[in-house]
């Protein structure tokens, strides 16, 4: 299986920023895809930014020219770089994760997410 922790959420002000970072650890074979999601309270959670093993990136229409998503393929770890932050941006960030590891049961494929770490942007 595979373990995310993220780390680096916290308080800052409106127009702040904000480094998350999250690590990747197990018996993974392959991780076809690392991301950020976030969830706001009573809100759906969403995709923020994801990058693939081939290097492609998506950012969702909210975050455009303001966060940016960056992968250690080698390391297994993903950095989310928040810059211009607003209120709205407050939320609960998610690291996620598809990926090919094993257990004790054998290998597969599957989807991971990590704890979460909260983002709060002072208005």
């Known amino acids: 299986q595979v373990i995310l922790v993220e780390s680096g959420g916290g308080l800052v002000q409106d127009g702040g920023s904000l480094k998350l970072s999250c690590a990747a650890s197990g018996d993974i074979i392959n991780i076809a895809a690392l991301g950020w999601y976030r969830q706001a309270p009573g809100s759906q959670r969403e995709r923020v930014a994801t990058?693939?093993?081939?290097?492609?990136?998506a950012y969702a229409h909210f975050v455009k020219d303001r966060f940016t998503i960056s992968k250690d393929n080698a390391k297994n770890t993903v950095d989310l770089q928040m810059n211009s932050l607003k209120p709205e941006d407050t939320a609960v960030y998610y690291c996620h994760a598809d990926a090919f590891a094993c257990s004790g049961h054998g290998c597969h494929e599957t989807e991971y997410w990590g704890q979460g770490t909260q983002v709060t942007v002072s208005s």
């Open positions: 990058t693939t093993a081939t290097g492609m990136i």
